[in-house]
Protein backbone atom coordinates (compact mmCIF):
# COMPACT_ATOMS: atom_id res chain seq x y z
CA UNK A 1 0.00 0.00 0.00
CA UNK A 2 1.32 3.48 -0.60
CA UNK A 3 1.66 5.55 2.27
CA UNK A 4 -1.25 8.58 3.37
CA UNK A 5 -1.96 11.68 0.91
CA UNK A 6 -1.74 14.59 3.23
CA UNK A 7 -4.94 16.32 2.44
CA UNK A 8 -4.61 19.07 4.37
CA UNK A 9 -1.90 20.64 1.99
CA UNK A 10 -4.64 20.20 -1.04
CA UNK A 11 -6.97 22.60 -1.02
CA UNK A 12 -9.93 21.84 -4.04
CA UNK A 13 -11.73 24.95 -5.11
CA UNK A 14 -14.68 23.55 -7.18
CA UNK A 15 -16.29 25.89 -9.94
CA UNK A 16 -19.56 26.55 -11.41
CA UNK A 17 -18.82 23.94 -14.28
CA UNK A 18 -17.69 21.07 -11.52
CA UNK A 19 -19.39 21.94 -8.30
CA UNK A 20 -21.91 19.10 -8.69
CA UNK A 21 -19.10 16.49 -9.50
CA UNK A 22 -17.46 17.00 -6.17
CA UNK A 23 -20.82 17.23 -4.97
CA UNK A 24 -21.65 13.31 -6.00
CA UNK A 25 -17.93 12.18 -4.60
CA UNK A 26 -19.26 13.36 -1.53
CA UNK A 27 -22.25 11.17 -1.91
CA UNK A 28 -19.78 8.31 -2.75
CA UNK A 29 -20.90 8.53 -6.51
CA UNK A 30 -18.15 8.54 -9.64
CA UNK A 31 -20.28 10.51 -12.12
CA UNK A 32 -19.17 12.34 -15.75
CA UNK A 33 -20.64 14.33 -17.70
CA UNK A 34 -23.73 13.25 -20.28
CA UNK A 35 -25.39 15.51 -23.23
CA UNK A 36 -28.80 15.60 -22.98
CA UNK A 37 -28.99 16.11 -27.04
CA UNK A 38 -26.77 12.92 -28.40
CA UNK A 39 -25.83 11.02 -25.04
CA UNK A 40 -22.16 11.55 -25.37
CA UNK A 41 -20.39 11.04 -21.90
CA UNK A 42 -17.56 12.44 -21.65
CA UNK A 43 -14.71 13.77 -18.14
CA UNK A 44 -14.16 15.94 -16.92
CA UNK A 45 -16.87 18.01 -16.54
CA UNK A 46 -16.48 20.63 -19.13
CA UNK A 47 -19.70 23.44 -20.29
CA UNK A 48 -20.18 21.90 -23.56
CA UNK A 49 -20.37 18.52 -25.63
CA UNK A 50 -17.26 18.05 -27.62
CA UNK A 51 -19.79 15.63 -30.01
CA UNK A 52 -22.24 17.88 -31.09
CA UNK A 53 -21.49 21.36 -28.65
CA UNK A 54 -24.38 21.09 -27.06
CA UNK A 55 -24.60 23.23 -23.68
CA UNK A 56 -27.64 21.08 -22.88
CA UNK A 57 -25.80 18.65 -20.21
CA UNK A 58 -26.87 16.55 -17.38
CA UNK A 59 -25.10 13.58 -15.32
CA UNK A 60 -24.12 10.01 -15.76
CA UNK A 61 -23.30 7.93 -12.42
CA UNK A 62 -21.12 4.94 -14.18
CA UNK A 63 -20.99 1.44 -11.71
CA UNK A 64 -17.36 3.26 -11.14
CA UNK A 65 -15.37 0.20 -12.59
CA UNK A 66 -13.19 0.19 -15.44
CA UNK A 67 -9.60 -1.10 -16.86
CA UNK A 68 -6.44 0.46 -16.36
CA UNK A 69 -5.40 1.41 -19.82
CA UNK A 70 -2.04 3.14 -18.41
CA UNK A 71 -0.21 4.41 -15.50
CA UNK A 72 3.06 6.08 -14.18
CA UNK A 73 5.13 5.89 -10.86
CA UNK A 74 5.65 8.46 -8.75
CA UNK A 75 9.06 8.05 -7.13
CA UNK A 76 9.75 11.92 -6.18
CA UNK A 77 6.43 14.07 -5.78
CA UNK A 78 6.66 17.87 -5.69
CA UNK A 79 3.30 18.35 -3.77
CA UNK A 80 3.30 18.32 -0.30
CA UNK A 81 0.31 16.06 0.06
CA UNK A 82 2.05 13.55 -1.65
CA UNK A 83 5.45 13.10 -0.63
CA UNK A 84 4.28 10.96 2.52
CA UNK A 85 2.33 8.77 -0.26
CA UNK A 86 5.58 7.82 -2.41
CA UNK A 87 6.02 5.93 -4.22
CA UNK A 88 2.24 5.71 -5.51
CA UNK A 89 0.77 5.09 -9.11
CA UNK A 90 -1.03 7.08 -11.07
CA UNK A 91 -3.71 5.66 -13.49
CA UNK A 92 -5.72 6.14 -16.39
CA UNK A 93 -9.01 4.42 -16.55
CA UNK A 94 -11.37 3.27 -19.06
CA UNK A 95 -14.39 3.85 -17.62
CA UNK A 96 -16.83 0.47 -17.76
CA UNK A 97 -19.97 2.06 -18.99
CA UNK A 98 -18.75 4.81 -21.10
CA UNK A 99 -18.07 3.30 -23.83
CA UNK A 100 -19.77 4.35 -27.27
CA UNK A 101 -21.16 3.25 -30.75
CA UNK A 102 -18.31 4.69 -32.80
CA UNK A 103 -15.77 2.57 -29.97
CA UNK A 104 -14.46 5.76 -28.13
CA UNK A 105 -14.36 4.98 -24.61
CA UNK A 106 -14.07 8.31 -21.46
CA UNK A 107 -11.44 8.07 -19.63
CA UNK A 108 -10.22 9.23 -16.16
CA UNK A 109 -7.59 9.55 -13.74
CA UNK A 110 -6.25 8.56 -10.19
CA UNK A 111 -3.80 7.62 -7.92
CA UNK A 112 -4.26 3.86 -6.60
CA UNK A 113 -4.71 2.39 -3.65
CA UNK A 114 -2.21 -0.13 -4.86
CA UNK A 115 1.78 -0.67 -4.83
CA UNK A 116 3.42 -0.63 -8.48
CA UNK A 117 4.14 -4.49 -8.08
CA UNK A 118 0.37 -5.10 -8.17
CA UNK A 119 -0.09 -2.70 -10.96
CA UNK A 120 -0.21 -3.64 -14.84
CA UNK A 121 -2.30 -2.14 -17.91
CA UNK A 122 -5.29 -4.19 -18.01
CA UNK A 123 -5.63 -4.73 -15.28
CA UNK A 124 -10.11 -3.76 -13.50
CA UNK A 125 -10.34 -1.35 -10.64
CA UNK A 126 -12.94 -0.19 -8.83
CA UNK A 127 -13.71 3.16 -7.49
CA UNK A 128 -13.22 4.19 -3.64
CA UNK A 129 -13.09 7.44 -1.69
CA UNK A 130 -11.13 9.51 0.63
CA UNK A 131 -12.33 11.86 3.14
CA UNK A 132 -9.97 15.00 3.53
CA UNK A 133 -9.88 17.29 6.59
CA UNK A 134 -12.38 19.92 4.00
CA UNK A 135 -15.62 17.93 5.34
CA UNK A 136 -16.74 19.66 1.43
CA UNK A 137 -14.43 17.57 -0.48
CA UNK A 138 -14.10 13.53 -1.07
CA UNK A 139 -11.39 12.33 -3.69
CA UNK A 140 -11.84 9.18 -5.42
CA UNK A 141 -9.10 6.79 -6.00
CA UNK A 142 -9.11 3.48 -7.76
CA UNK A 143 -8.51 0.10 -6.09
CA UNK A 144 -7.48 -3.26 -8.43
CA UNK A 145 -9.99 -5.45 -8.03
CA UNK A 146 -9.36 -8.41 -9.87
CA UNK A 147 -7.31 -9.77 -12.95
CA UNK A 148 -7.08 -8.62 -16.02
CA UNK A 149 -6.80 -11.01 -19.16
CA UNK A 150 -4.53 -9.05 -21.26
CA UNK A 151 -2.14 -7.42 -19.34
CA UNK A 152 1.28 -5.91 -19.44
CA UNK A 153 3.69 -4.57 -17.08
CA UNK A 154 6.70 -1.98 -16.86
CA UNK A 155 9.16 -4.32 -15.72
CA UNK A 156 12.45 -1.99 -15.73
CA UNK B 1 5.10 25.20 -51.87
CA UNK B 2 3.82 28.06 -49.31
CA UNK B 3 3.44 31.30 -51.20
CA UNK B 4 5.49 32.82 -48.33
CA UNK B 5 8.41 30.42 -48.67
CA UNK B 6 11.65 31.53 -48.10
CA UNK B 7 10.31 35.41 -48.18
CA UNK B 8 10.81 35.70 -44.40
CA UNK B 9 14.42 35.23 -42.30
CA UNK B 10 15.70 34.63 -38.87
CA UNK B 11 18.68 37.20 -38.93
CA UNK B 12 19.90 37.93 -35.22
CA UNK B 13 20.22 35.69 -32.36
CA UNK B 14 21.47 35.40 -28.70
CA UNK B 15 21.09 34.25 -25.35
CA UNK B 16 22.30 35.05 -21.94
CA UNK B 17 24.35 32.41 -20.00
CA UNK B 18 22.31 29.25 -18.97
CA UNK B 19 22.91 29.75 -15.25
CA UNK B 20 20.96 28.00 -11.82
CA UNK B 21 20.78 30.14 -10.04
CA UNK B 22 21.01 33.88 -12.00
CA UNK B 23 20.13 36.35 -9.22
CA UNK B 24 19.04 38.10 -12.08
CA UNK B 25 14.90 39.46 -13.06
CA UNK B 26 13.51 38.13 -15.96
CA UNK B 27 13.63 41.89 -17.53
CA UNK B 28 17.31 42.24 -17.75
CA UNK B 29 18.34 38.67 -18.99
CA UNK B 30 15.38 39.94 -21.63
CA UNK B 31 17.31 42.97 -22.49
CA UNK B 32 20.62 41.03 -22.63
CA UNK B 33 19.50 38.04 -24.51
CA UNK B 34 18.03 41.30 -27.50
CA UNK B 35 20.54 42.77 -27.26
CA UNK B 36 22.62 39.93 -28.27
CA UNK B 37 20.88 39.25 -30.70
CA UNK B 38 20.34 42.75 -32.52
CA UNK B 39 24.30 42.84 -32.35
CA UNK B 40 24.75 39.61 -34.24
CA UNK B 41 22.31 41.02 -37.07
CA UNK B 42 24.09 43.99 -37.28
CA UNK B 43 20.92 45.91 -36.01
CA UNK B 44 20.19 48.35 -33.33
CA UNK B 45 17.08 49.12 -31.19
CA UNK B 46 15.57 51.95 -33.33
CA UNK B 47 15.24 48.95 -36.27
CA UNK B 48 13.14 46.85 -34.10
CA UNK B 49 9.31 47.40 -34.37
CA UNK B 50 7.76 44.11 -33.40
CA UNK B 51 8.08 42.24 -30.00
CA UNK B 52 6.75 38.95 -28.88
CA UNK B 53 6.84 36.43 -26.45
CA UNK B 54 5.43 33.67 -24.48
CA UNK B 55 5.42 32.76 -20.93
CA UNK B 56 3.20 30.98 -17.88
CA UNK B 57 2.77 34.57 -15.56
CA UNK B 58 6.49 33.90 -14.64
CA UNK B 59 8.14 36.32 -16.97
CA UNK B 60 8.48 40.20 -18.03
CA UNK B 61 6.55 41.23 -21.11
CA UNK B 62 7.66 43.26 -24.47
CA UNK B 63 6.52 46.73 -23.31
CA UNK B 64 8.78 46.78 -20.09
CA UNK B 65 11.84 45.15 -21.98
CA UNK B 66 10.43 47.97 -25.09
CA UNK B 67 10.46 50.35 -22.25
CA UNK B 68 14.37 49.54 -21.12
CA UNK B 69 15.70 49.20 -24.24
CA UNK B 70 14.25 52.66 -26.02
CA UNK B 71 12.29 50.90 -28.62
CA UNK B 72 9.47 52.36 -30.13
CA UNK B 73 7.35 49.54 -31.27
CA UNK B 74 4.49 49.12 -33.27
CA UNK B 75 3.50 45.58 -32.76
CA UNK B 76 3.93 44.73 -29.05
CA UNK B 77 1.37 41.45 -27.84
CA UNK B 78 2.76 38.46 -25.68
CA UNK B 79 0.86 35.59 -25.24
CA UNK B 80 0.59 32.35 -22.98
CA UNK B 81 2.81 28.87 -23.31
CA UNK B 82 5.33 27.14 -22.47
CA UNK B 83 7.14 24.91 -25.15
CA UNK B 84 5.73 24.70 -28.91
CA UNK B 85 5.63 28.70 -28.88
CA UNK B 86 9.03 29.79 -30.71
CA UNK B 87 8.00 28.43 -33.61
CA UNK B 88 4.70 29.41 -33.58
CA UNK B 89 5.80 33.07 -33.15
CA UNK B 90 7.42 32.53 -35.46
CA UNK B 91 4.36 31.82 -38.05
CA UNK B 92 2.94 34.94 -36.53
CA UNK B 93 6.19 37.21 -37.10
CA UNK B 94 5.95 36.22 -40.74
CA UNK B 95 2.08 36.52 -41.01
CA UNK B 96 2.34 40.14 -39.02
CA UNK B 97 5.29 41.89 -41.16
CA UNK B 98 3.45 40.55 -44.59
CA UNK B 99 0.56 42.75 -43.30
CA UNK B 100 2.25 45.53 -42.67
CA UNK B 101 1.71 45.35 -38.87
CA UNK B 102 5.31 45.88 -38.17
CA UNK B 103 9.10 44.97 -39.96
CA UNK B 104 11.46 43.74 -38.13
CA UNK B 105 10.26 41.76 -34.95
CA UNK B 106 12.18 40.27 -32.16
CA UNK B 107 11.11 36.92 -30.51
CA UNK B 108 12.02 36.48 -26.75
CA UNK B 109 11.72 34.14 -24.18
CA UNK B 110 13.13 34.66 -20.26
CA UNK B 111 12.70 32.42 -17.18
CA UNK B 112 14.17 31.75 -14.19
CA UNK B 113 12.67 27.96 -14.64
CA UNK B 114 15.36 27.02 -11.60
CA UNK B 115 15.06 29.63 -9.21
CA UNK B 116 12.22 30.86 -10.02
CA UNK B 117 8.68 29.35 -10.75
CA UNK B 118 9.15 25.65 -11.54
CA UNK B 119 6.98 23.61 -14.04
CA UNK B 120 4.60 21.59 -12.06
CA UNK B 121 2.99 23.72 -9.83
CA UNK B 122 4.91 23.46 -6.88
CA UNK B 123 3.43 25.46 -3.75
CA UNK B 124 5.58 29.40 -3.42
CA UNK B 125 7.61 28.21 -0.55
CA UNK B 126 8.03 24.51 -1.41
CA UNK B 127 6.56 21.29 -0.73
CA UNK B 128 5.73 21.72 2.65
CA UNK B 129 3.04 24.67 1.56
CA UNK B 130 -0.27 24.16 0.85
CA UNK B 131 -1.09 24.10 -2.76
CA UNK B 132 -4.88 24.91 -4.55
CA UNK B 133 -6.41 22.73 -7.03
CA UNK B 134 -8.67 25.03 -9.07
CA UNK B 135 -9.29 25.04 -13.03
CA UNK B 136 -7.58 22.83 -14.84
CA UNK B 137 -5.79 21.66 -11.45
CA UNK B 138 -9.06 19.92 -10.08
CA UNK B 139 -8.34 17.47 -12.59
CA UNK B 140 -4.72 16.51 -12.66
CA UNK B 141 -3.94 17.90 -9.16
CA UNK B 142 -5.57 15.72 -6.69
CA UNK B 143 -4.29 12.51 -8.25
CA UNK B 144 -0.75 14.22 -7.40
CA UNK B 145 -0.55 14.31 -10.63
CA UNK B 146 1.12 17.99 -11.96
CA UNK B 147 4.81 18.14 -13.18
CA UNK B 148 5.26 17.50 -17.11
CA UNK B 149 7.19 14.24 -16.29
CA UNK B 150 4.06 12.69 -14.30
CA UNK B 151 1.91 13.99 -17.04
CA UNK B 152 4.28 12.54 -20.14
CA UNK B 153 5.00 9.44 -17.94
CA UNK B 154 1.22 8.18 -18.94
CA UNK B 155 1.26 8.68 -22.87
CA UNK B 156 4.95 6.84 -22.86
CA UNK B 157 4.34 3.80 -20.75
CA UNK B 158 1.41 2.89 -22.70
CA UNK B 159 3.84 4.04 -26.13
CA UNK B 160 6.10 1.84 -24.92
CA UNK B 161 3.38 -1.07 -24.22
CA UNK B 162 1.72 -0.43 -27.99
CA UNK B 163 4.60 -0.93 -29.57
CA UNK B 164 7.20 -2.59 -27.84
CA UNK B 165 9.77 0.41 -27.65
CA UNK B 166 11.72 0.48 -24.29
CA UNK B 167 14.06 2.77 -22.12
CA UNK B 168 17.37 1.64 -24.72
CA UNK B 169 15.48 3.87 -26.65
CA UNK B 170 15.75 7.06 -24.73
CA UNK B 171 19.00 6.06 -23.34
CA UNK B 172 19.96 6.80 -27.68
CA UNK B 173 18.46 10.57 -27.57
CA UNK B 174 20.50 11.11 -23.93
CA UNK B 175 23.70 9.92 -24.88
CA UNK B 176 23.33 12.15 -28.42
CA UNK B 177 21.96 14.97 -26.88
CA UNK B 178 24.88 14.84 -24.68
CA UNK B 179 27.53 14.05 -26.76
CA UNK B 180 26.48 17.52 -28.56
CA UNK B 181 26.87 19.40 -25.41
CA UNK B 182 29.94 17.92 -24.81
CA UNK B 183 31.02 20.13 -27.89
CA UNK B 184 29.45 22.80 -26.73
CA UNK B 185 30.99 25.36 -24.19
CA UNK B 186 27.60 27.14 -23.32
CA UNK B 187 26.07 23.92 -22.49
CA UNK B 188 25.32 22.95 -18.59
CA UNK B 189 26.02 19.48 -18.73
CA UNK B 190 29.15 18.79 -20.84
CA UNK B 191 30.58 15.27 -19.44
CA UNK B 192 29.19 12.42 -22.36
CA UNK B 193 27.26 9.81 -20.88
CA UNK B 194 26.84 5.92 -21.96
CA UNK B 195 23.46 3.83 -22.48
CA UNK B 196 24.62 2.16 -19.42
CA UNK B 197 25.16 5.36 -17.19
CA UNK B 198 21.21 6.19 -18.48
CA UNK B 199 19.81 3.16 -17.46
CA UNK B 200 21.96 3.48 -14.23
CA UNK B 201 20.30 6.67 -13.22
CA UNK B 202 17.60 6.97 -10.48
CA UNK B 203 13.98 7.04 -11.38
CA UNK B 204 11.77 10.48 -11.28
CA UNK B 205 8.63 9.26 -12.71
CA UNK B 206 8.68 5.55 -14.12
CA UNK B 207 9.27 4.66 -17.22
CA UNK B 208 11.53 8.67 -16.95
CA UNK B 209 14.66 7.98 -15.19
CA UNK B 210 16.76 11.63 -14.12
CA UNK B 211 18.54 11.33 -17.76
CA UNK B 212 15.40 11.17 -19.05
CA UNK B 213 14.38 14.96 -18.20
CA UNK B 214 15.55 18.33 -18.70
CA UNK B 215 17.70 20.97 -17.32
CA UNK B 216 15.58 23.57 -15.08
CA UNK B 217 17.44 26.51 -15.75
CA UNK B 218 17.18 30.28 -15.90
CA UNK B 219 18.26 32.12 -19.09
CA UNK B 220 16.88 34.28 -21.41
CA UNK B 221 16.91 33.54 -25.68
CA UNK B 222 16.03 35.49 -28.68
CA UNK B 223 15.71 35.72 -32.29
CA UNK B 224 14.88 38.21 -34.77
CA UNK B 225 12.48 37.94 -37.44
CA UNK B 226 12.34 40.14 -40.61
CA UNK B 227 12.23 40.01 -44.41
CA UNK B 228 14.46 38.63 -46.83
CA UNK B 229 15.06 42.34 -48.46
CA UNK B 230 15.83 43.57 -45.47
CA UNK B 231 17.53 40.33 -44.08
CA UNK B 232 20.08 40.43 -48.04
CA UNK B 233 21.67 43.80 -46.04
CA UNK B 234 22.38 42.36 -42.00
CA UNK B 235 25.38 41.05 -40.80
CA UNK B 236 24.99 37.72 -41.30
CA UNK B 237 24.05 35.23 -44.02
CA UNK B 238 20.59 35.02 -43.65
CA UNK B 239 18.41 31.58 -42.94
CA UNK B 240 14.82 31.64 -45.04
CA UNK B 241 12.04 29.93 -43.26
CA UNK B 242 10.81 27.45 -45.70
CA UNK B 243 7.33 27.06 -43.94
CA UNK B 244 6.12 25.78 -40.28
CA UNK B 245 2.99 25.05 -38.23
CA UNK B 246 2.12 26.80 -34.85
CA UNK B 247 0.18 24.90 -32.33
CA UNK B 248 -1.56 21.89 -34.45
CA UNK B 249 -3.49 20.31 -31.26
CA UNK B 250 -5.33 16.60 -30.87
CA UNK B 251 -8.89 16.31 -30.60
CA UNK B 252 -8.18 16.91 -26.68
CA UNK B 253 -5.95 19.17 -26.06
CA UNK B 254 -6.39 20.01 -22.56
CA UNK B 255 -7.17 16.66 -20.80
CA UNK B 256 -5.01 14.18 -23.37
CA UNK B 257 -5.98 11.50 -21.35
CA UNK B 258 -9.84 11.63 -21.48
CA UNK B 259 -10.62 10.46 -25.38
CA UNK B 260 -8.11 9.25 -27.66
CA UNK B 261 -4.92 7.73 -28.61
CA UNK B 262 -3.07 9.27 -25.41
CA UNK B 263 0.10 9.24 -27.58
CA UNK B 264 -0.99 9.96 -31.17
CA UNK B 265 0.73 13.47 -30.46
CA UNK B 266 0.02 16.81 -32.17
CA UNK B 267 2.91 16.75 -34.80
CA UNK B 268 0.62 13.87 -36.44
CA UNK B 269 -1.28 16.71 -37.58
CA UNK B 270 1.33 19.22 -38.57
CA UNK B 271 3.70 16.99 -40.19
CA UNK B 272 1.61 17.18 -43.79
CA UNK B 273 1.37 21.24 -43.33
CA UNK B 274 4.78 21.35 -42.64
CA UNK B 275 6.37 19.67 -45.36
CA UNK B 276 3.67 20.73 -47.83
CA UNK B 277 4.34 24.32 -47.24
CA UNK B 278 8.79 23.62 -47.22
CA UNK B 279 7.95 21.68 -50.36
CA UNK B 280 10.31 19.09 -49.23
CA UNK B 281 10.77 15.67 -47.95
CA UNK B 282 11.79 14.25 -44.52
CA UNK B 283 14.79 13.11 -46.97
CA UNK B 284 16.14 16.68 -47.70
CA UNK B 285 16.79 17.30 -44.48
CA UNK B 286 20.17 17.64 -42.55
CA UNK B 287 19.76 17.62 -39.00
CA UNK B 288 16.44 18.15 -36.78
CA UNK B 289 15.82 19.70 -33.19
CA UNK B 290 13.17 17.53 -31.98
CA UNK B 291 11.94 18.89 -28.91
CA UNK B 292 13.75 17.37 -25.92
CA UNK B 293 12.36 18.22 -22.67
CA UNK B 294 12.20 14.13 -22.07
CA UNK B 295 14.03 11.91 -24.29
CA UNK B 296 10.32 10.51 -24.91
CA UNK B 297 9.59 13.73 -26.58
CA UNK B 298 12.35 13.17 -28.96
CA UNK B 299 11.44 10.04 -29.76
CA UNK B 300 7.51 10.69 -30.55
CA UNK B 301 7.81 13.21 -32.12
CA UNK B 302 10.54 11.86 -34.74
CA UNK B 303 7.37 9.20 -35.66
CA UNK B 304 4.94 12.42 -35.93
CA UNK B 305 6.82 14.51 -38.02
CA UNK B 306 7.95 11.05 -40.31
CA UNK B 307 11.26 10.69 -39.93
CA UNK B 308 10.40 7.16 -38.77
CA UNK B 309 6.89 5.16 -39.07
CA UNK B 310 4.76 4.75 -35.99
CA UNK B 311 6.42 2.99 -33.30
CA UNK B 312 9.37 2.50 -35.26
CA UNK B 313 11.81 4.97 -33.11
CA UNK B 314 13.02 2.08 -31.25
CA UNK B 315 14.61 0.77 -34.56
CA UNK B 316 15.50 4.07 -35.81
CA UNK B 317 17.19 5.97 -32.78
CA UNK B 318 19.86 2.81 -32.56
CA UNK B 319 23.18 2.86 -32.41
CA UNK B 320 23.85 6.40 -32.51
CA UNK B 321 21.81 7.56 -35.67
CA UNK B 322 21.08 10.98 -33.75
CA UNK B 323 24.20 11.94 -33.02
CA UNK B 324 26.58 14.02 -35.17
CA UNK B 325 28.09 13.09 -38.30
CA UNK B 326 25.89 10.23 -38.39
CA UNK B 327 21.96 9.62 -40.54
CA UNK B 328 20.08 12.74 -38.55
CA UNK B 329 21.51 14.80 -36.08
CA UNK B 330 19.39 16.14 -33.37
CA UNK B 331 19.62 19.23 -30.50
CA UNK B 332 23.33 19.80 -31.89
CA UNK B 333 23.73 22.12 -29.01
CA UNK B 334 22.78 19.61 -26.40
CA UNK B 335 19.06 20.17 -26.08
CA UNK B 336 17.43 20.46 -23.68
CA UNK B 337 18.36 17.71 -21.72
CA UNK B 338 22.03 19.01 -21.40
CA UNK B 339 22.25 22.24 -23.03
CA UNK B 340 19.64 23.59 -21.12
CA UNK B 341 16.23 24.83 -20.82
CA UNK B 342 14.92 27.47 -22.36
CA UNK B 343 11.61 26.55 -23.64
CA UNK B 344 12.59 25.78 -27.30
CA UNK B 345 13.87 29.24 -27.91
CA UNK B 346 17.71 28.17 -28.01
CA UNK B 347 16.95 24.69 -30.41
CA UNK B 348 15.83 27.56 -33.24
CA UNK B 349 19.03 29.79 -32.46
CA UNK B 350 21.46 26.63 -32.75
CA UNK B 351 19.82 25.90 -36.14
CA UNK B 352 20.22 29.27 -36.98
CA UNK B 353 24.21 29.19 -36.18
CA UNK B 354 24.46 25.38 -37.99
CA UNK B 355 22.97 26.93 -40.72
CA UNK B 356 24.81 30.09 -41.35
CA UNK B 357 27.96 27.15 -40.87
CA UNK B 358 29.24 29.39 -37.55
CA UNK B 359 28.44 27.01 -34.66
CA UNK B 360 30.24 28.80 -31.76
CA UNK B 361 32.06 25.95 -30.85
CA UNK B 362 36.05 25.22 -29.93
CA UNK B 363 37.16 25.94 -33.62
CA UNK B 364 39.09 29.55 -33.23
CA UNK B 365 37.86 30.62 -36.54
CA UNK B 366 33.84 29.46 -36.32
CA UNK B 367 32.59 33.27 -36.50
CA UNK B 368 33.76 33.39 -39.82
CA UNK B 369 32.77 30.19 -40.80
CA UNK B 370 36.11 28.29 -40.07
CA UNK B 371 35.45 25.01 -38.53
CA UNK B 372 38.16 21.46 -38.50
CA UNK B 373 35.14 19.03 -38.26
CA UNK B 374 37.31 17.22 -35.69
CA UNK B 375 35.38 16.22 -33.11
CA UNK B 376 38.17 15.60 -31.10
CA UNK B 377 38.64 18.85 -30.78
CA UNK B 378 35.73 20.55 -29.92
CA UNK B 379 34.05 20.93 -33.49
CA UNK B 380 30.18 20.96 -33.39
CA UNK B 381 29.44 22.70 -36.82
CA UNK B 382 27.91 19.76 -39.24
CA UNK B 383 29.36 19.51 -42.78
CA UNK B 384 26.40 19.44 -44.46
CA UNK B 385 23.50 22.17 -42.85
CA UNK B 386 21.49 23.24 -45.56
CA UNK B 387 17.93 22.18 -44.59
CA UNK B 388 17.16 21.77 -40.58
CA UNK B 389 13.40 20.68 -39.42
CA UNK B 390 12.67 21.98 -35.66
CA UNK B 391 9.94 20.28 -33.82
CA UNK B 392 8.79 22.01 -31.00
CA UNK B 393 6.36 20.27 -28.32
CA UNK B 394 4.01 21.78 -25.90
CA UNK B 395 2.10 18.74 -24.25
CA UNK B 396 1.14 15.44 -26.28
CA UNK B 397 -1.51 17.61 -27.98
CA UNK B 398 0.31 20.25 -28.98
CA UNK B 399 3.29 20.92 -31.27
CA UNK B 400 4.55 23.84 -33.47
CA UNK B 401 7.47 23.55 -36.00
CA UNK B 402 9.37 25.17 -38.70
CA UNK B 403 11.85 24.30 -41.79
CA UNK B 404 14.78 26.08 -41.92
CA UNK B 405 17.09 26.30 -44.62
CA UNK B 406 20.81 28.04 -44.58
CA UNK B 407 22.72 29.68 -47.81
CA UNK B 408 26.11 27.91 -47.06
CA UNK B 409 26.72 24.88 -48.18
Not at chain 1, 28 to 34: A, D, F, M, S
Not at chain 1, 65 to 80: A, D, E, N
Not at chain 1, 138 to 151: E, L, M, Y
Not at chain 2, 307 to 316: I, L, M, N, P, S
Request: charged content about 20%; aromatic content about 8%; some cysteine.
Amino acid sequence: MPGQIDYSKLRILPDPDTREWWEGTKQRKYLVRQCKSCGHKFFPPLPACAKCTSMDLGWFETVGRGMIHSYCVVTQPILGAFIPAAPYVVAVIELEDCREADGSVTRVAGVLTNDEAETAIGHPVEVTFDETPDAKIVVPRWRICGVGSDTWRFLE
Amino acid sequence: MGSLTDKYCIVGVGETPHMRPSNRTTLSMACEAIRKAMADAGLDHRDIDGMTSYQTGDSTTSAHVATALGMRLNYAVDIFGGGSSTEALIAHAIGLIEAGYCKTMVIFRAMNGRSGRRMGGQAPGGPAAAATAEGDNQFFMPWGWTTPAQRFGLSAMRYLRDTGCTTKAFAEVAVAHRLHASLNPKALMRSPITIEDHQRSRWVVKPFRLLDCCQETDVSAAIIVTSRERAYDLRQPPVFIMGGTARTLTESPAWNYSRGEIHYVGGNYGRNRLFGMAGISQKDVDFVSCYDAFTFTTIIQLEAYGFCGRGEAKDFVKGGTLQIDNKLPSNLSGGHLSEGYTHGVQMIIENVRQLRHRADDACPGWAEGKHTYDRKAGCRQLKRARICCAMGWGTETTSSSAILRGIVA
